[in-house]
């Protein structure tokens, strides 16, 4: 059985949604917000030297030759100044993690929560103890 209903006839007064319009920028208006959506992008620089380590060991063991090449591709400006600017992206997104840690592990002790100052302090006293093992290593030879 068919339906004899006409369409709704449009009109061009048909009344719409408010929607407010929102920048393609909106993440510039608060700090909180830049700091979440650049600590985000700091993921990236992560991967790339998680990606530039494997590639550094792959050239190490194709041979002298190969890995003397890889090191001279590093010695290039634009790619010392990359580095840079992807370590301090690096760095950035070590210390927003580790503030972060704080809130989202809970660690009791006896029943009550260790504060998050402990969790967080726990973390970078790793990182910096890391650091001066692995400064040792490099800086003994």
Avoid: C
Wanted: proline fraction near 5%.
């Amino acid at each position: 059985m068919k339906s004899t209903s006409a369409p709704t006839p449009y009109t061009l007064n048909h009344p719409r949604w408010y929607r407010k319009r929102v920048s393609t920028y909106w993440w510039f208006q608060r700090p909180e917000y830049l700091r979440f959506v650049l600590r985000e992008v700091s993921s990236v620089f992560v991967a790339y030297f998680v990606v530039l380590t494997l590639l550094q060991v792959y050239m190490l063991s194709r041979g002298p030759l190969a890995y003397g090449n890889f090191l001279n591709l590093l010695k290039n400006p634009f790619v010392i100044a990359w580095n840079v600017i992807s370590l301090l992206f690096v760095v950035f997104h070590s210390i927003t993690w580790f503030n972060l840690a704080a809130r989202a592990t809970v660690v009791r002790v006896g029943g009550k929560r260790v504060p998050g100052v402990l969790i967080s302090g726990s973390n970078y006293a790793a990182w910096l103890v890391v650091s001066a093992v692995v400064a040792w290593f490099l800086l003994r030879g």
